[in-house]
């Protein structure tokens, strides 16, 4: 029995639309990432035994006519088709999966991402041509639909499913996280098999790289972040050191052209102890002469780990620093302070380590004046790179419901981009409209990466790095036109 599985088309005329991002987007600096819970899910189908079949549309790029002659022509009798969606492209991807649906009437169409996890009633009622939606994490819940559908049980009872029973839209228990995270098998292994990496790029990184999950779960709780609050939840669990390590070796074995693996674990260095042994094991392999990577981590991260995983291959920390102002960092439940911050990026120089900063404006108790506390620690903290961009509040988050209940946000699920497909500001704050809210941090983006300071600091890294020089010269090629842009406003 063959199992499809579906990233969609969506506005492929524009460039290459990442569904996985935090924020789903035609991206400036050209990022496009691996839909890996997709392919985690059809690597857990594979692995049970079934036919699959996987279609990366915007990985190709292809346009919505391309994307179904595509699986009429890898279709060997599909039962099921699971569909990846996002909160902007959610009728789109919808639309999509309808024709889908005309193409094999017989077959079972089911939705999964973040948008149908948080709102799973209502993404249902949209098309009486769905027949489920998956909510949180359904790599297993995926393959107990496909298990029910060739024995002849009833995919409907299926836990973690929000289906039709009786003409009625009927939510069914959760489906349990999963515990045992070495059961699940290699992404890099079913992206050798079906997949091609030149077809991705991540702006932070050497290109081409692979991108995995080591663990699934979040123990923060910061109020804005998607996935661990629609998808995997605040259970921290993780994959044995062993087993991280196998699949670098793998990487290195099977994929030649490949320089660096992005680890993309909400928080990678939550466990000190195992990301100790993690990098013992990748000097102890060679491992860290073959391959670099770099992981997202918490400011909370000490000097003593960060110069171990130098030591191991990594290059770059990824902090979600946010904020300038610590009443916003309170505010948005980051559990971090400034102190931590500038100690962190201290010790990251310290260590060797090069860091992209992350920060956010539009949260709740925003003023301009806290802003520019934003910017200003931005350009004290004088990080490699650095991104500045407005909430988006995404549906499941409590940013969402605080947003929503206060009528800020403006406009529906579509509005969430502009018409090229590029991230759009829904937010509309008392005082900080929307367009305030854009032009700072196209000022901010201008005046940090503009400095002369920076200028020469990027040409003297890439002296050190021609790779370096030639990731940065790719993204500075995507963004220029947004730096330079004049702001009339």
């Known amino acids: ?39 985690y899910a059809a690597a857990v189908c594979e692995k049970d ?46 639309a999509f999966a309808e024709k889908v649906k005309t193409l094999y009437p017989d077959a079972y169409v089911l939705l999964v991402g973040t948008h149908p996890s948080a709102l799973p009633e209502e993404t249902l009622a949209i098309s009486e041509q769905i027949d489920a939606v998956a909510r949180k994490e359904f790599d297993y819940i995926v393959r ?41 098998p290699f992404a890099a292994r079913f992206i050798k098999e079906h997949l091609n990496e030149k077809d991705y790029f991540f702006a932070a990184s050497s290109y081409p790289e692979i991108q995995i999950f080591t663990g699934r779960g979040c123990m923060a709780r910061c109020n804005f972040c998607v996935y661990p609050q629609t998808m995997h939840g605040h259970q921290y669990r993780l994959r044995s050191p062993e087993n991280v390590v196998e699949e670098f070796q793998y990487i290195a074995d099977n994929f030649p052209d490949v320089k660096e693996v992005v680890i993309e674990d909400d928080t990678f260095t939550a466990k000190k102890d195992r990301v100790l042994r993690i990098c013992e094991l990748l000097v102890e392999k060679g491992l860290n002469k073959r391959l670099k990577w770099l992981c997202n981590a918490r400011v909370n991260l000490d000097l003593e780990t960060m110069k171990a995983m130098k030591q191991a291959g990594c290059h770059l920390i990824i902090p979600g620093i946010k904020s300038g102002s610590q009443q916003i960092l309170n505010n948005i439940k980051k559990g971090t302070t400034i102190k931590q911050i500038e100690e962190y990026i201290a010790h990251a120089k310290q260590a060797g380590l090069m860091v992209h900063a992350c920060y956010m404006v539009g949260n709740n108790g925003e003023t301009q004046g806290t802003m520019e506390e934003t910017l200003k620690l931005a350009l004290r903290l004088n990080t490699d790179t650095a991104q500045f961009y407005p909430l988006l509040p995404f549906p499941g988050t409590e940013a969402y419901f605080w947003a929503k209940e206060n009528g ?23 005082g900080l409209p929307s367009e305030e809210l854009v032009k700072f941090c196209d000022n901010a983006r201008k005046k940090y990466y503009l400095r002369p300071r920076y200028i020469v600091h990027r040409i003297w890294r890439g002296l050190q790095s021609p790779e370096d020089l030639k990731r940065s010269l790719k993204a500075f090629g995507s963004i220029k036109g947004f730096l330079f842009k004049r702001n009339d406003k």
């Open 1 to 39: 029995m063959q199992v499809f599985f579906i990233n969609p088309p969506f506005k492929a005329e524009y460039g290459k639309f990442s569904r996985e991002n935090r924020s789903p987007a035609v991206t400036r600096s050209g990022t496009l990432y691996y839909p890996l819970w997709l392919i």
């Open 49 to 94: 035994g079934f036919d699959v079949a996987f279609l990366d549309a915007p990985a190709l790029p292809m346009n919505e006519t391309q994307a179904l002659e595509a699986i009429r022509k890898d279709a060997r009798d599909p039962r099921l088709f699971v569909v990846s969606t996002s909160t902007p492209s959610i009728y789109s991807d919808i």
């Open 144 to 184: 107990d639909v496909a298990r029910a559908l060739r024995d002849g049980g009833d995919p409907n009872e299926v836990d973690g499913l929000t289906c039709r029973k009786n003409g009625q839209i009927v939510s069914n228990p959760d489906m349990a996280y999963i515990t045992d995270l070495d059961e699940i």
């Open 408 to 430: 800020y946000i403006k406009g529906g699920y579509a509005d969430y981009l502009k018409e090229d497909g590029t991230i759009n500001c829904v937010l509309n704050l008392p």
